[in-house]
T-cell receptor, first 111, second 115 residues
Framework: DAKTTQPNSMESNEEEPVHLPCNHS???????IHWYRQLPSQGPEYVIH???SNVNNRMASLAIAEDRKSSTLILHRATLRDAAVYYC????????????FGTGTRLQVFP | DSGVTQTPKHLITATGQRVTLRCSPR?????VYWYQQSLDQGLQFLIH???????AKGNILERFSAQQFPDLHSELNLSSLELGDSALYFC??????????????FGEGSRLTVL
């Protein structure tokens, strides 16, 4: 599986936008970009995924670079509940939907 | 609530012992995944079962084994336990694998402490 690189930690103030970057320079043409997050003392949860075009859902937006070598998860207005570890994961097209987690970015949100 | 149920939530045992962790996937999900999360190793993929058959294997030790039963629940068996096996063990489920777009739903985990 192709590797992703994320900053270890980021900070934000409540109600401000947050941009979480992810580099994936070895991404292949069929790899989807997935984001999951893990709140304290919980299992990971799905946030968003995309292939080439930018994506929006109720939780976040995903901006994908034109060359697909990087992407950015955007939380439009951070809340205290958004404090979590965010994982950027490349999902290859194979016979399993397993996720290979990296170290992720720990997001702190201050009131 | 993801719909994935894991039992027990907490388990304390001694080195050399054997334990079984149980996972009930979401209704209708055919795939079950097991992950181990320790402080120094992060979230590690262990194994994936689809409709009773092993589909993918990750960093799973030989002392560990898993299976998925006809009713689709899964068990992870950990034997000859060592201190280093202390970790959170997560189970996840999904509907059908292979599309690389499907969402995985994770349970709340089973915390194993080996003393």
């Amino acid at each position: 599986d192709a590797k992703t690189t994320q900053p270890n930690s980021m900070e934000s103030n409540e109600e401000e936008p947050v941009h979480l970057p992810c580099n994936h320079s070895t991404i292949s043409g069929t790899d989807y970009i997935h984001w999951y997050r893990q709140l304290p003392s919980q299992g990971p949860e799905y946030v968003i995924h995309g292939l080439t075009s930018n994506v929006n859902n109720r939780m976040a937006s995903l901006a994908i670079a034109e060359d697909r070598k990087s992407s950015t998860l955007i939380l439009h207005r951070a809340t205290l509940r958004d404090a979590a570890v965010y994982y950027c994961i490349l999902r290859a097209l194979d016979n399993t939907d397993k996720l290979i987690f990296g170290t992720g970015t720990r997001l702190q949100v201050f009131p | 609530d993801s719909g994935v149920t894991q039992t027990p939530k907490h388990l304390i045992t001694a080195t050399g012992q054997r334990v079984t962790l149980r996972c009930s996937p979401r209704s209708g999900d055919l795939s079950v995944y097991w992950y181990q999360q320790s402080l120094d190793q992060g979230l590690q993929f262990l194994i994936h079962y689809y409709n009773g058959e092993e589909r993918a294997k990750g960093n799973i030790l030989e002392r560990f084994s898993a299976q998925q039963f006809p009713d689709l629940h899964s068990e992870l068996n950990l034997s000859s336990l060592e201190l280093g096996d202390s970790a959170l063990y997560f189970c996840a489920s999904s509907v059908v694998p292979g599309s690389n777009t499907g969402e995985l739903f994770f349970g709340e985990g089973s915390r194993l402490t080996v003393l």
